[in-house]
């Protein structure tokens, strides 16, 4: 369904952005892989779907590095027509001792960096007269934990820009869509899971169990490939008139 077409997604050497990767990959997509650590092994298993393979590693943080990684993405193939702005970061601490740099650190990369990349991708996709740009907020862009104002703050804010990115798009074949996940097993969740064992003294397994009972209702973890599955649906025809939603894949967690 997408062969001839190039998704970059922000944040993919991991969790939500891989499994997102891998499933355009699987529709035939060229892949633009970006985020820190191992790049060979997220690389070599997009690649053994099928898919052309480029990685660039700009700090999500950094609108020059931005800038750099869009200009390879065109330069390598042309054009970027899906964008996955997913990058993002966690910090949890009540708000009066929330470190001012890890509440900076986390609007420049789960927020900013989607303006930054959304800005510089929407030329190229408008002129083509097709485009998708698919925002990972979370069903913390809908509602509010405690202890996670800059992530709340963020995502929240990252459904707004999804909003007016959909209005700004809306008589072209450009759409601007949101996911809003709840708890999906990655390295970002497992550090809460953990401080969650530390602090009550229970095993991994009570912890994650805790962590689902307290919020979502179904028990169980969305998954990086369920995800995935709902970035192809935005990337399809049926999906042409789909325009400024925040797209809940939570268990339940939203409903309550
Ligand atoms: P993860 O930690 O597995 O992956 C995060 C990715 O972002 C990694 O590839 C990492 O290298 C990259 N990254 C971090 N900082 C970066 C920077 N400055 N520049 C470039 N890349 C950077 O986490 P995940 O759970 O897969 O999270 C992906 C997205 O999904 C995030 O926006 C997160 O807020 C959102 N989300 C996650 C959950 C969840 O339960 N895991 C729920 C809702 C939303």
Not at 172 to 185: E, F, K, R
Request: hydrophobic share 45%; glycine share 12%.
């Amino acid at each position: 369904m997408l062969s001839g077409k190039t998704a970059l997604v922000t944040g993919s050497t991991s969790g939500i952005g891989l499994g997102i990767a891998k499933a355009l990959a699987r529709q035939g997509a060229n892949i633009v892989l970006n985020g820190f650590g191992d790049a060979e092994g997220p690389r070599a298993e997009v690649a053994g779907l099928g898919a052309q393979v480029a990685y660039h590693g700009a700090d999500m943080s950094k609108p020059a590095e931005i800038g750099d990684m869009m200009r390879f993405a065109a330069d390598r193939f042309g054009r970027v027509d899906i964008l996955v702005n997913n990058a993002g970061i966690q910090h949890v601490a009540r708000v009066e001792e929330f470190p001012p740099e890890r509440w900076d650190a986390i609007i420049a990369i789960n927020l900013s960096s989607a303006f930054h990349a959304t800005r510089l991708a929407l030329p190229a996709m408008k002129a083509a007269g097709w485009g998708r740009i698919i925002n990972v907020a979370s069903v913390h862009g809908l509602v509010a934990s405690a202890e996670k104002s800059a992530y709340v703050a963020a995502k929240h804010g990252i459904v707004g820009l999804t909003k007016v990115v959909a209005l700004e798009t809306a008589t072209t074949g450009v759409t601007c869509n949101a996911i809003c996940p709840g708890w999906v097993l990655t390295p970002l969740v497992q550090k809460q899971v953990d401080a969650r064992a530390q602090a009550g003294g229970l095993s991994n397994e009570e912890a994650k169990k805790a962590l689902l009972g307290e919020k979502e209702p179904s028990l169980q973890f969305t998954t990086p490939e369920e995800l995935g599955e709902l970035a192809v649906f935005f990337c399809s025809p049926a999906a042409n008139n789909v325009r400024g939603v925040a797209w809940n894949m939570d268990g339940g967690w939203a409903a309550q």
